[in-house]
Nanobody, 117 residues
């Protein structure tokens, strides 16, 4: 079965950096758009960053200039480099694979990111 396994979350001070990774298995990785979502306590899950199968990227306004999404189609892995982290970035971050042509989607289990002094 398809697996998306996130790693790289943790506790970081404001202004710090983290890099999240999401390793995919048992999917044709290069045809999927890969997304990072996050969900803070009491809030709805929101799309943070997307990278299409062609490599185009999109970001929610609150992370533009601070976060960078990238993908390695050889390693079947998507990354989220997060710099200048703020307390409001605290959330569980989820990896999502979305085959736009069919609508098929898969989710990872989530990784906690906490930004606090």
């Amino acid at each position: 079965q398809v697996q998306l396994v996130e790693s790289g979350g943790g506790l970081v001070q404001p202004g710090g950096s983290l890099r999240l990774s999401c390793a995919a298995s048992r999917i044709t990785f290069n045809i999927y758009a890969m997304n990072w979502y996050r969900q803070a306590p009491g809030k709805q899950r929101e799309l943070v960053a997307q990278i299409t199968s062609g490599g185009s990227t999109n970001y929610t306004d609150s992370v533009k200039g601070r976060f960078t999404i990238s993908r390695d189609n050889v390693k079947n892995t998507v990354y989220l480099q997060m710099n200048s982290l703020k307390p409001e970035d605290t959330a569980v971050y989820y990896c999502n694979a979305h085959w736009l042509r069919s609508g098929l989607q898969y989710w990872g289990q989530g990784t906690q990111v906490t930004v606090s002094s």
